[in-house]
C-alpha cells in the first residue's frame, strides 16, 4: 500500500504498513506500531476507514495484554511514544501506538475455536473436520464445539488469503515444540478470556494469536489480542445455534460484503455511510462492555 494518511510519521522510518496497523523503526531492538481506522475484510483492505477503530484496538489489546500476562510476556515495551517521536506525531498517534520489542514472528497465525462458525463452519459442512480435526456429526452453525480446539493457519501476504492448515503442516512448518508450546499457550488464553467476558454477557466464539521469539529464543505474543479485528464476539443474550448470532465485530463488514456482487479480490465494494457507522459504534459498544471504560 501507499496511501499515507493523517497518522503519518515522519521523524522515523517507516518498516512495513500492513492491513491495519503502520510500523516504524526505532532502532535495532524497538519499533513504533501506529494502529490506523483501516479495516480488511476476507484479506482485502476497504477504501473506507472506521472512525475510532485504531483507538480500540489499540486500547483492547493492552486491557488483554495484562491480564494474561502470566500466562505469556508481550511485546510491549511500556516506554512513552512522546521519547521517540515529534510532540504533535505524539499527539495524533495519541492512544492509538505503542512502542514494542523487535521479534521474530512465527509464520502461523494461532487460531482457537469454540464455536463452529466462519471458514470452520465452511469446512465442517465439507467433512466434519476443521484443520483435519475430526468433529461429531449433527453439529449446526453456531453450535460449541464439544471441546475447545487449536487450529493454526499460514500467515498470507497482504492481498493474499489465509489458509487453514492440519497440526502436521504446523509441525513442519515450525517444530513439535513451538507448535505444542503455542498451542497450549493459546488455549489457555482463550479459556481465561472466555470466562473474564461470560461474566460481562459476551461470548468469545474464537479468536487468533500472533507469536514471535526474541534472539534468545524466548516467545511472546505479539500484534494484537482479543480484538474485534482477531475474534468473534457474542451476545450471551442473543445466542442461538443454528444462526449467525448479533456480533461485536468485524463480521458486520464481513455479512454485508457477502450480500454483495464482490469477487473478494481488490477493488472491494464501496462501504455506505451507515455500515462504515454501525461498525464503528459495534467496536465502541464491545470495548465498553469489556473493558467498562469509554474510548479515548
Known sequence: ???RSQLDIQSLPLLHQGKVRDIYDIN???MLIV????????????????????????????????KIEGIVPNHLTHEEVSQFVTEDEALRVKNRAVVVKKLTPIPIEAIVRGYLVGSGWKEYQKDQSICQINLPSGL???????????????????????????????IELIGQDLTDQISNISLKIYKVA????????????????????DS??????????????????????NYQVGTSPHSFDKQFIRDWLESQDWDKTPPPPKLPDNIIQKTSQKYLDIFEKLTGAIIS
Open 1 to 3: 500500500m501507499d496511501n
Open 140 to 170: 449446526k452453525l453456531a453450535s460449541q464445539l464439544p471441546e475447545t480446539i487449536f487450529t493454526p493457519s499460514n500467515k498470507a501476504a497482504v492481498g493474499d488469503h489465509d489458509e487453514n492448515i492440519s497440526m502436521a503442516s504446523c
Open 35 to 66: 494502529t490506523t481506522d483501516r479495516i480488511s475484510a476476507f484479506d482485502v483492505i476497504m477504501n473506507e476507514t472506521i472512525p475510532q477503530k485504531g483507538q480500540v484496538l489499540n486500547q483492547m489489546a493492552s486491557f488483554w495484554f495484562k
Open 194 to 213: 472466555y470466562e473474564a467476558a461470560l461474566e460481562k454477557g459476551i461470548m468469545i466464539a474464537d479468536t487468533k494469536f500472533e507469536f514471535g521469539t
Open 28 to 30: 535495532q531492538d524497538k
Open 216 to 237: 534468545s529464543g524466548k516467545l511472546f505474543i505479539m500484534d494484537e489480542v482479543l480484538t474485534p479485528d482477531s475474534s468473534r464476539f457474542w451476545s450471551k443474550d
